[in-house]
């Protein structure tokens, strides 16, 4: 059993408000562990993992996150003890109203291919009460859900916590970026407390409901089909740097056993959102183990690595999680931050180097500012750079970095948290995304500005206008 954590917060059964503060809850420690909790004591089997009568009478179901037979060092199974089973519910009916912009497979029936450099500012959150399903929207992805191979980049607004309801992602995990207020998720396996400056991943078909203890929130999530998220390998960084496994935080067992009348299990499916009806609340759970769980992980926490003499690293090395592809070194999508760090290279453009690249990027920004970007990407704006697109600094960024010269001394970026989803897969933009009023349609005059510094007047022999040397 992993060994408990408090970030100062508390688990067990009976209490299902949002907490005023952090103070309280405990967690379990590590990413890929084979974790055990109980909420209550002697609530696990001992010796097996379905045993004719489980403890409490509870029911056992496993819950697994890759196929049977996949290798052992790839396998993900919890098992899960449970007051009544998941399986006991009315039949699934597609939700009404139906919600018409959330995605999970791509084509020109609802999204448009575009190499346009794209820029949104904040999405507003909306007067009319809304919670963090009805809030989802997707903005842009590629692949397909049914084919397990894909990804979808969403944004959420909302302004009320879910009621009587939880929410099952069947399509893929969910990775999720607050950038304002925070969430307090209720899971299976307990209870998540997620703030700016934070991440979660929650797994494919995990039940969750989503309270918000500060009111309006919005924020960012990254949804990947038909793999997980796993550390990246650090290669000659040893081992140790970037992201620290023991850093990432588990729920402990938490559990409610009430009556629910007409309680909703939304479960997304293709892409489209079912309900099922139940009595009782699916947070039944008195103990469970495994490896397949819920995660949290603090930003702050990062170990960035950067370059000490010159030139500018490839921002790969600012990978915290990464959901890998069958072609080493290829990622179906990468979760990058771009963390409070020092620049010392001497002789160096400093900022990100102009770039096309054969990848696809999404940017997001929690706090503060970004280097490359002086003006106009803002907390809770985002930006898309797909493949071979070219981009970089804006101007105002390069003529002061130029402007400070070969003398700038160590500079430490501060008060700032930007993130990238980066993707080998080329992105589809959908129709409300392109058509949003949080476009920014000037995006493209941050470049129109870079003006030319070549000195090629002053090499003799040199004709310019013809683009030829006498030599």
């Known amino acids: 059993m992993a060994r408990p954590q408090a970030e100062e917060e508390k688990g067990g059964a009976g209490s299902d408000r949002a907490p005023a503060s952090a103070a309280g809850v405990e967690y379990l420690t590590g990413l890929g562990n084979h974790f055990s909790s109980e909420a209550i004591a002697g609530a696990l089997p001992a010796g097996q993992k379905s045993p004719l009568v ?82 989802l929207l997707t903005m842009c ?11 979808a980049v969403h944004m959420y607004t909302a302004n009320k916590s879910m009621d009587n309801c939880a929410f099952c992602n069947a399509d893929g995990d969910f990775l999720i970026v607050p950038q304002q207020g925070r969430l307090w998720i209720t899971t299976e396996c307990g209870k998540l407390l ?56 588990v729920p402990k067992a938490w ?18 959102l079912f309900t099922a009806k139940q009595d009782f609340s699916p947070f039944n759970v008195a103990a469970w183990h495994g490896n397949y769980v819920p995660y949290k992980y603090d930003l702050s926490k990062f170990c960035p690595y950067n370059t000490v003499l010159f030139d500018h690293s490839d ?21 990058v931050i771009f963390p409070p760090r020092w620049l010392v290279a001497e002789h160096t453009f400093r900022p990100p180097y102009y770039h096309r690249n054969c990848m696809s990027e999404f940017m997001g920004l929690i706090h503060g500012g970004y280097e490359a970007k002086a003006d106009g990407f803002l907390p809770g704006g985002a930006s898309l750079h797909s ?40 992105p589809r933009v959908c129709h409300w995304a392109l058509d949003s009023p949080s476009v920014d349609p000037d995006y493209y005059k941050c470049w129109i ?7 090629g007047m002053k090499i003799e022999g040199h004709d310019t206008q013809n683009g030829r040397a006498d030599v």
């Open 54 to 135: 489980c403890p409490y009478g509870l029911y056992a179901e496993q819950i697994s996150g890759t196929s049977f037979t996949s290798p052992r060092k790839l396998n993900q199974r919890s098992w899960l003890y449970r007051i009544k089973p998941s399986v006991t519910h009315e039949p699934f009916k597609p939700r009404v109203p139906a919600h018409e912009k959330l995605l999970s497979e791509f084509d020109q029936s609802n999204s448009s291919a575009t190499p346009t450099q794209l820029r949104w500012r904040p999405l507003e959150i909306p007067d009319a009460p809304t919670d963090f399903v009805d809030g």
């Open 141 to 151: 992805g590629a692949g397909s859900s049914f084919l397990r191979h894909g990804f």
């Open 194 to 249: 997620v703030s700016p400056g934070e991440a979660a991943v929650l797994p494919q078909g995990f039940r969750f409901s989503v309270d918000l203890p500060d009111g309006p929130s919005r924020g960012y999530v990254a949804e990947i089909f038909g793999t997980h998220f796993q550390l990246p390998d650090l290669g000659p960084i040893g081992a140790n740097g970037l992201a620290d496994p023991r850093h990432f935080l």
């Open 255 to 272: 559990f409610e056993e009430k009556s629910c009348p007409g309680y909703a299990i939304i479960q997304k499916f293709g892409g489209q």
């Open 315 to 335: 921002p790969s090395i600012n990978t915290v999680l990464t959901a890998p592809t069958d072609k080493p070194g290829v990622a179906l999508l990468d979760f």
């Open 387 to 426: 493949c071979m697109t070219p981009h970089g600094p804006d101007t105002k960024s390069y003529e002061a970095t130029i402007a400070r010269g070969n003398d700038a001394g160590p500079h430490r970026i501060t008060n700032t948290m930007a993130f990238m989803f980066e993707s080998c897969l080329i």
């Open 449 to 455: 500005g870079l003006r030319s510094h070549f000195e």
